[in-house]
C-alpha cells in the first residue's frame, strides 16, 4: 500500500489497517478478545414525522480496547494523515465520558495523543509507546489500592452462554461500578435507571457476579408485585433456577441461596413479621426493585426488613427515586452511583424494534365493561396523532391497583409513577412495542 501512495494520500481506513492497528496489537492487545472495532454504542435516537419514523445517527468509536470482557479500558479515535495526531481528540473524549472509560487517544497514523480522563493530562506517543492492557490496568486502578481479592472481584467476568445478549453499555457501567463500590466496602448503593432499560437483567449480572466470586452467598431479591417477582424468575433469573426459590406463605427454607419475595411477603402486618423467621444476619445481599416505594419511608413497614438486615449490603433501584419530606431514596442509600435517565435512553434510541409503532402517549378509560386505549403517535413532548382505530381490551381486573385508578376520578397530566408501573403489564395484551422512552399521557 505504501508503495502506491503516500502516507499522506491514504484513506482513514488505510491509515488504520496499515499503522494504528498493528501498533495496538505490537503493545499486547489480543485482537479477537480485545479489541472491537466500529463499535456502535447507541442505536440512534428514532425521528418521528407524522407516522413516518427514522433513525439519527448511531454513535460510534473507531476502536474500543478491552481489559477483560467486561472491563473497557481505551477508546481510540482515528483520522487520516492529513489531520493532526489529536484531531479525533474532542469527539473520543465526549464519548468516553457517555461511556466511563478511563483512557483516550487519538491517532492520525504517525503516533497518538494520549488524554487521562482522571487527571486530565496529555501526552503524545509514538507508534512504539502505545501502552499495554496490563500497563493501562494498572494505571487506570494504581490510586484504589486494591487487594488481590478486591480485584480478583472486580474483574469477574459477567454470565454469558452462546446466544445470550450482552450489556449495554449502560448497564455496563451500572453493574461495574456497583462491582467497584462493593469490592471498596460501600454498603448501601442506588443506582437510577429509566424504565424499561433492564433492571432486573442488570441486577441479575451484579448478583451473578458477587455469588459466582463467593464474595455473597445468600442474597434476597425484593420487589412489590408478583408479576415482577414471577417474571424475574422465569427470564433474567432463570441461570439461578437450581439456587432460587420464592417467599410464599410462612414456609421459610434456608437451604437456598437466592431468595425473591414481594416486600409485603415478608413485611406481614403489625402483629406479625415474616422476615423475622431469618436471623438478621442471614442475607449478605439484598436488591430492591422500585426502592422509591414503601422502603424509602423511615416509617414504612417495608423499611423495618431494611433495617433487620442491616448488616447485609443493600442495592436499590428506580426509575424515579423520591425526595420529600417524609420519603427519602437519598438519605438511606446515598447518592446515586449511576443515573441513566429517560433523556439519554430517547437520544440514544434504545428499545424500539423496527417492526414497532412509535407509542408516546396512551389515554385509557372503561365503557361498557371494556379498557378502552387511544394511541398516540408522534415525536416526544412535542405533537401527538390519534391513531385509528383505537384498541379495545376486554376488561382484565389483573391488577387491582390499576382498576383502583380508573374509578378514582379523572386525572390527567404527565405521567404518575405508580400509575405507569400498574397500567404497564397492559401493554403486553396489545401486541405493540410500548418502549421505555415512551412518553404517556393518561386521561382517565
Known sequence: MSEL??????????????????AIERAGWNKLKQIKMEYNFTDGRVIVRGNVTARGKKKRTDYLLYYKPNIPLAIIEA??????????MQQAIEYAEVLDIPFVYSSNGDGFLEHDMKSGKERELTLEQFPSPQDLWRRHIGDKHFTPEQEELITEPYYFQPGDKTPRYYQRIAINRTIDAIARGQ???LLVMATGTCKTYTAFQIIHRLWKSGRKKKILFLADRNILVDQTMQQDFKPFSKVMT?????????????????????????????????????FDLIVIDECHRGSAKEDSRWRRILEYFSSATQIGMTATPKETKEVSNISYFGEPIYTYSLKQGIDDGFGFRSRSAVIVCFEAYFAGGSLIVHLFTGEVFQ??????????????????????????????GEIDRYLFDAAFPFSYLLDLDICFHTYFYFSI
Request: proline content about 5%.
Open 187 to 189: 454498603n448501601r448503593i
Open 79 to 88: 483520522k487520516d494523515n492529513k489531520h493532526s495526531v489529536g484531531a479525533g
Open 383 to 412: 405533537h401527538f396523532t390519534l391513531l385509528q382505530p383505537f384498541v379495545v381490551l376486554p376488561y382484565l381486573p389483573a391488577d387491582d391497583r390499576f382498576n383502583q385508578f380508573l374509578h378514582a376520578g379523572r386525572r390527567s
Open 5 to 22: 501512495m503516500t502516507k499522506h494520500e491514504m484513506t482513514e481506513e488505510d491509515i488504520k489497517l496499515q499503522y494504528i492497528t498493528p
Open 246 to 282: 420464592k417467599i410464599e406463605g410462612k414456609k421459610l427454607d434456608s437451604s437456598y441461596e437466592l431468595y425473591l419475595s414481594l416486600y409485603q411477603q415478608l413485611a406481614g402486618d403489625e402483629n406479625e413479621e415474616p422476615f423475622r423467621a431469618f436471623k438478621s444476619d442471614f
